[in-house]
């Protein structure tokens, strides 16, 4: 078993079993990852300190049901990312007037009646890089590809004020600013 692995497990159990040692052990091993994510997306300290205290609340709450092979340092990068966007698309609601996708449009991108934690991860990573791309280009791809009704290009460019032949390249191109500012 690897050491951070076999670290982990221990640092659980002690948890689990009320070692007051143990948790700040845990802390001083993860507290700067977890403070790192929110900073690398460029939220300030005041946010990062907002978003690690979350996160390490939700792990104190989730401790029970955490598995004893978890690796805890993945767990705790993958609750603060998650929290680090919701805190970047509020700000960017607020500033841009962007609603994000709604939860109708959100029911189509999740499997019905399952919780699907990589869905959810890849519609919150789809909801900020479309809040990135500016509105021409939120609105015509969420148009294309988030309207339940399915609108053909004719409807999407009547919908937009764009002629129909312009559609498709316009859709190329915001697909790659899609890409570039989500980094692929």
């Not at 692995?5 to 001083?28: E, F």
């Not at 519609?123 to 609108?151: F, H, I, M, N």
């Not at 290009?153 to 004020?161: E, F, I, K, P, Q």
């Amino acid at each position: 078993m690897q050491v951070a692995i076999r670290l982990d497990r221990d640092l659980i159990l002690d948890c689990r079993n009320g070692d007051l040692g143990a948790w700040q052990r845990l802390l001083d091993r993860y507290e700067r990852l977890v403070f790192s994510v929110p900073r690398r997306y460029g939220l300030s300290r005041e946010d990062a300190a907002d978003i690690t205290q979350l996160t390490f609340t939700i792990l104190f709450r989730s401790m029970d049901t955490l598995s004893e092979d978890s690796t805890l340092g993945a767990w705790l990068t993958t609750v603060a990312r998650r929290h680090t966007w919701r805190r970047l698309d509020r700000k960017r609601r607020e500033e841009t007037g962007w609603d994000g996708i709604s939860s109708e449009k959100t029911l189509m991108l999740a499997d019905t009646g399952t919780e699907d934690l990589e869905r959810w991860e890849l519609t919150e990573w789809l909801d900020y890089g479309l809040s990135l791309v500016g509105k021409p280009c939120r609105d015509l791809l969420s148009a294309l590809y988030l309207d339940p009704q399915q609108p053909s290009y004719a409807d999407v460019a009547a919908r937009l004020g764009m002629a129909v032949g312009s559609v498709g390249p316009t859709r190329i191109r915001c697909l790659e600013r899609l890409r570039r500012v989500l980094g692929e």
